[in-house]
């Protein structure tokens, strides 16, 4: 019984150390998960209050030219819209413009329009289109390279864009377009887009007198997005988030990419947690991924389950080493061992 007592003592504490370093390690689970959702939840609202905040750029946009009925010239939009983007983060949003809503037939029109605010000879294009509406883009601010390019595209004559502004004229209100690539993109460095069409409905009696039949509206208030800069300007506002994301269009069941973060399929493989997120951004659903980075548990991740793991074991070394010791047989005295010793020698 004295040679396994030892054993006895040491398996005993050892379990008894296990059991009380599962309640700890759960514990710092179910307090690791809910911090995750907790940080989930803030990287979703960042994305969506990102879009909700330029899409609200773009409605005062749609306020202001209602405020001034007729044709807004190029230079009171460019004023207002600069206005407006230096109040505000931009990144994400490229810009803010006008599309004329026109008939097929009068191209010449927003063709007038843009040799008359940017000195552009352009013809609308694509030339051809078998819409009977079409809807150039004849203002489009800030005008640089890449919204240069836009200048007289029409985009109705593409099926996702105009499903998009099909749907603002029905409602009469903001709508987002399905993910598209944007005809800025003219780079290597190519993003999936969207749109966001609001109805600009003050036809001025100039336009209606040179229209060959009537329009519903004048035409949209609208703005290109890049999706992957307005994703990372979100997530990186203020503190970076320690999440990767991804980000789908999922409006009717669909499922459409708009962004991955970069080392998304990196991270996913090793990580312990996932969220997913869903909002309605004008009349679309988007669905975001969240799994959390290295960086998320820290220097200090499962700190205490470790120290309790350790200490468990030692104390269990410890005890049994010291029962060893207390049941190992004492030696005889000294004194006694002289006994003998004379006893012997006397037989002998």
Known sequence: MNRILPAIVFVVVLAIGIGMTLMVYRAEEAANRARFEIVAGESADRIRDQVRQHVALVSATGAFMNAHPGVVTRPAFDTFVGGIGRAG?????????????????????????????????????????????????????????????????????????????????????????????????ITEDKQAGFLVYIPYTDIPANVLASARTPVPVAGFVYAPFRAGDLHIAALSRTAEMPVV????????????????????????????????????????????????????????????????????????????TSTWFQSKPSPPPKSCMRFMRNRCRRRT
């Open 89 to 185: 983060d931009f990144d994400g949003l490229r810009g803010i413009g006008y599309a004329r809503l026109i008939n097929t037939g009068d191209e010449a029109l927003a063709e007038a329009d843009l040799a008359d605010s940017y000195d552009l000879q352009r013809r609308v294009w694509p030339e051809t289109t078998d819409q009977a509406w079409r809807t150039p883009i004849v203002l489009l601010s800030p005008d640089d390279m890449r919204n240069h390019v836009a200048l007289g595209f029409d985009m109705f004559s593409e099926a996702t864009r105009r499903a998009a502004m099909q749907a603002a004229l029905d409602s009469g209100e903001m709508r987002v377009s399905a993910p598209v690539e944007l005809v800025q993109e």
């Open 245 to 320: 994301v991804e980000t789908f269009d999922t409006t009717d069941g669909g499922k459409t990419l708009l962004y991955r973060s970069s080392d998304f399929a990196q991270q996913s493989a090793r990580s312990a947690y996932g969220v997913d997120r869903s909002f309605e951004i004008g009349g679309r659903q988007w669905t975001v991924t969240i799994r959390e980075t290295a960086q998320f548990g820290g220097a200090n991740e499962w700190l205490n389950t470790f120290v309790l793991g350790a200490i468990s074991l030692l104390l269990a070394a410890a005890l049994a």
